[in-house]
């Protein structure tokens, strides 16, 4: 490996030199010698500004990390005896997450006896789901898991 192709800082191509000739145009240009093809024969490297490359590649992932969107998922937890004036509250409340672009995790747990009346518990989720789908519809639904019913909501 005594020769490479050779580019500018331009893109220009200057044809098959030395390494130690390629070396002295990259330090008389004030620049840096990076190896770009190194499978290709023969290897062909660029006269480049480093620290100007990698500044430019950390900008670029900056702005693609400012696009992407993060959802985040909320949860609400209930009881399946919850009180009409608490069940609007959490209602009200799991219907600004929604709003918000969050996704909504509705947890109803169960304790002690509860669990042998988990129609109670079928009914307060059925409400939950009828008061929310004007603005949401269910994505996964857990059926009873240990003392827990869990569903998944996203807004439309």
Not at 64 to 89: A, F, G, W, Y
Request: aromatic fraction near 2%; hydrophobic fraction near 35%; charge should be positive.
């Amino acid at each position: 490996m005594k020769e490479v192709r050779l580019i500018s800082e331009t893109g220009e191509q200057l044809g098959v030199v030395a390494i130690q000739d390629a070396i002295d145009r990259a330090q008389d240009a004030g620049l840096d010698l990076m190896e770009v093809a190194p499978n290709s024969k023969p290897p062909v490297c660029k006269i480049v500004n480093y620290g100007k490359l990698k500044y430019e590649e950390k900008k670029k992932k900056q702005i693609n990390k400012k696009k992407q969107h993060v959802v985040k998922l909320k949860e609400i937890r209930l009881r399946p005896r919850i009180d009409e004036h608490d069940l609007m509250t959490k209602l009200n409340r799991g219907r600004k997450f929604l709003e918000d672009g969050c996704k909504l995790k509705i947890t109803l747990m169960f304790r002690g006896r509860e669990l042998s009346r988990t129609d109670l518990g079928l009914d307060v989720m059925r409400r939950v789901l009828e008061e929310l789908s004007d603005i949401a519809s269910i994505e996964k639904e857990n059926p009873l898991e240990g003392r827990r019913m869990s569903v998944v909501l996203h807004s439309k």
